[in-house]
């Protein structure tokens, strides 16, 4: 497969600059088609970047002849339905994360995707990105030694527009995304721990609503324990008076600290306590460099590659956390 001839499945905000213009800007990549269920929106969104159709229905747009794979760029609880949809049809799919509302959903996806001989992605970008690879290349060479422990951390004050019960944004409506900015920010976390450390087997935490302004948590906190014996503790709170974001990897012989979010500099500290820093820019459209490793590995038949199931460890480890949490609402 030389060219990858996409379609966009919810050309909202995220597809604007992040995501959307990479699929017709990379080589070996074409963007065919755009859907939303707002006609007008759709046929804007492709007048504005040049993309030669649009649809107001996804099946129509998965069912064209001359779209290879579908980016998925909707909110969560629609993940699973056009996962199995496009797969169904045959086509490569791309989802946004987090991969669906639930780890139960995620599985469903996989062996969807599994059953066609389809690959599945998940857009944990920055697994692609210079500054989490310069990141993983000092661990893998043992410039902190052994690495021990992990710390997480995440504050934000709660913003106006989490503050109007009768217009919430969708991230904070469980129902649609799964849960509120927990789910929506710290699964690019976990998921770049995944990346650098490998996987997460056991998981224990709190979640509660401290300020009550809407359905969903607005505070985290956890511990958890990698496979390779590596211990880590987290706290996510998005109703603070402060603002922080940070998380360190402390190994036997340094430590490294570095932000998921922005593009600040990564400090690691050697053996001898030198800070020694790092500065990358993070890309205008900052999908675009996993994108390009995705239609590399397309265009090299490499389906061993998708990372759906790297993604569905994220879920699951959110699953465990908001356990508690979800079940006490439902009761509600």
Same mark, same amino acid.
């Given at each position: 497969?030389?060219?990858?001839?996409?379609?966009?499945?919810?050309?909202?905000?995220?597809?604007?600059?992040?995501?959307?213009?990479?699929?017709?800007?990379?080589?070996?990549?074409?963007?065919?088609?755009?859907?939303?269920?707002?006609?007008?929106?759709?046929?804007?969104?492709?007048?504005?970047?040049?993309?030669?159709?649009?649809?107001?229905?996804?099946?129509?747009?998965?069912?064209?002849?001359?779209?290879?794979?579908?980016?998925i760029a909707t909110p969560p609880s629609t993940h699973k339905e056009y996962t199995i949809l496009a797969a169904q049809a045959g086509k490569i799919v791309y989802v946004e994360k987090p991969m669906a509302l639930t780890f139960e959903e995620c599985n469903e996806m %996989?062996?969807?995707? *599994?059953?066609? &001989?389809?690959? =599945? /992605?998940?857009?944990?970008?920055? @697994?692609?990105?210079?500054?989490?690879?310069?990141?993983?290349?000092?661990?893998?060479?043992?410039? %902190?030694?052994?690495? *021990?422990?992990? &710390?997480?951390? =995440? /504050?934000?004050?709660?913003?106006? @527009?989490?503050?109007?019960?009768?217009?919430?944004?969708?991230?904070?409506?469980?129902?649609?995304?799964?849960?509120?900015?927990?789910?929506?920010?710290?699964?690019?976390?976990?998921?770049?721990?995944?990346?650098?450390?490998?996987?997460?087997?056991?998981?224990?935490?709190?979640?509660?609503?401290?300020?009550?302004?809407?359905?969903?948590?607005?505070?985290?906190?956890?511990?958890?324990?990698?496979?390779?014996?590596?211990?880590?503790?987290?706290?996510?709170?998005?109703?603070?008076?402060?603002?922080?974001?940070?998380?360190?990897?402390?190994?036997?012989?340094?430590?490294?600290?570095?932000?998921?979010?922005?593009?600040?500099?990564?400090?690691?500290?050697?053996?001898?306590n030198q800070l020694h820093q790092f500065h990358f820019e993070n890309p205008k459209h900052i999908q675009m460099p996993f994108i390009q490793t995705v239609i590399h590995q397309l265009q090299r038949n490499d389906i061993s590659s998708s990372n759906g199931e790297a993604?569905?460890?994220?879920?699951?480890?959110?699953?465990?956390?908001?356990?508690?949490?979800?079940?006490?609402?439902?009761?509600?």
């Open positions: 497969m030389q060219k990858i001839r996409w379609g966009i499945i919810g050309c909202g905000d995220v597809t604007e600059v992040k995501s959307g213009p990479a699929f017709y800007k990379l080589e070996g990549s074409e963007l065919i088609a755009v859907m939303r269920r707002n006609a007008n929106l759709a046929k804007e969104f492709a007048k504005r970047h040049n993309v030669p159709k649009w649809y107001s229905d996804a099946e129509s747009l998965v069912n064209d002849p001359e779209i290879d794979a579908i980016y %996989i062996a969807a995707c *599994r059953s066609q &001989n389809v690959p =599945l /992605f998940v857009a944990y970008y920055r @697994r692609a990105l210079p500054r989490f690879l310069k990141i993983k290349e000092l661990i893998d060479s043992g410039a %902190i030694g052994t690495p *021990r422990i992990v &710390n997480c951390q =995440l /504050f934000r004050e709660m913003e106006s @527009r989490y503050q109007d019960p009768d217009n919430l944004p969708w991230f904070v409506k469980p129902e649609i995304s799964g849960g509120g900015l927990f789910v929506d920010l710290a699964c690019h976390t976990l998921d770049i721990l995944d990346f650098l450390l490998g996987k997460i087997v056991s998981v224990k935490g709190h979640a509660n609503s401290q300020a009550k302004a809407y359905p969903a948590e607005d505070c985290v906190s956890m511990s958890f324990m990698f496979e390779n014996h590596i211990q880590g503790v987290g706290i996510w709170n998005f109703v603070a008076g402060a603002r922080e974001d940070k998380v360190e990897i402390i190994g036997t012989k340094g430590k490294i600290t570095f932000a998921t979010f922005g593009d600040a500099a990564i400090s690691y500290y050697d053996e001898n993604a569905a460890r994220t879920s699951w480890v959110i699953d465990e956390v908001l356990k508690e949490y979800r079940t006490a609402h439902k009761e509600q």
